[in-house]
């Protein structure tokens, strides 16, 4: 193992006795650790558990988050290296691609929902977990991935009528960045003529007091399950016509 933790408790070899693992062995450490060794098979079986008993929003917000930030302290701290970080944070998109919604051809008729990283920005593990839980509750996602110049989210906007529109800024310093790219894309938006779309922003900089207003967002905020709350009254509001 990466760090000094207990052995986890493996999956039964048949999948049929899977509930013969305690709930109470799910914890952000056991994921943590599984994530810095880039064990993506198992990290994804651990998230799959925990989604039997919680909702996908809670599980993000909850058992994924709270490992990820154990990583983090690790790096910061020297226990573990930037190789161990990076190494967990691929190992969770792996393992996150392998528990991705499954809906079907009815996936592909909602709405659309398009999610970037504001040009320079480079984490990317946020916008998959929004994609999982909009798609759930009835979106059609696109999602653009990081580091995407304000000119080419526009283009894209233009070219495809979005209902729903995330950016995600870490660095405080993307302010303009992230003001940016939502100017561009409610210009994008009055030239394709379609309705006013709804613009969320994630990542840290969500934290700063005040920020939805200063840089023209209708939502800011980190928290999954209240993203999915504003997502819904959106999705409310297209179907019975208050936009």
């Not at 952000?28 to 039997?52: F, I, M, N």
């Not at 526009?154 to 495809?160: A, G, K, P, Q, V």
Request: proline share 6%; net charge negative; with cysteine.
């Amino acid at each position: 193992m990466a760090d000094d933790l207990p052995p986890p408790v493996l999956p039964p070899v048949d999948p049929a006795a899977a509930d013969m693992l305690p709930g109470e062995t799910i914890t952000p450490e056991l994921l943590a650790g599984l994530l810095a060794d880039g064990d993506d098979d198992l990290a994804a079986w651990v998230l799959s558990q925990a989604l039997r008993d919680t909702p996908r929003a809670g599980v993000y917000d909850g058992l994924l988050a709270d490992a990820m930030r154990l990583v983090g302290e690790r790096w910061e701290s020297g226990r573990w290296g930037i190789a161990e970080e990076h190494l967990a944070s691929q190992t969770l998109l792996r393992a996150l691609d392998r528990i991705r919604p499954v809906l079907g051809p009815e996936g592909r008729i909602g709405p659309l929902a398009v999610l970037a990283g504001v040009a320079g920005e480079h984490h990317m593990i946020g916008l998959v977990c929004l994609d999982h839980v909009l798609r759930e509750r009835g979106w059609t996602v696109a999602n653009l991935g990081a580091d995407v110049p304000a000119g080419d989210l526009s283009r894209f906007l233009t070219r495809n009528e979005a209902r729903l529109i995330a950016i995600t800024v870490s660095d405080p310093a993307r302010t303009g960045a992230a003001a940016d790219a939502i100017a561009q894309a409610r210009a994008a938006g009055a030239r394709a003529a379609g309705a006013r779309a709804q613009i969320m922003l994630g990542g840290r900089l969500a934290d700063t007091p005040g920020i939805a207003a200063t840089i023209g967002a209708d939502w800011s905020g980190r928290s999954l399950a209240d993203a999915a709350l504003f997502a819904e009254d959106a999705l409310r509001k297209l179907y019975i016509g208050d936009t």
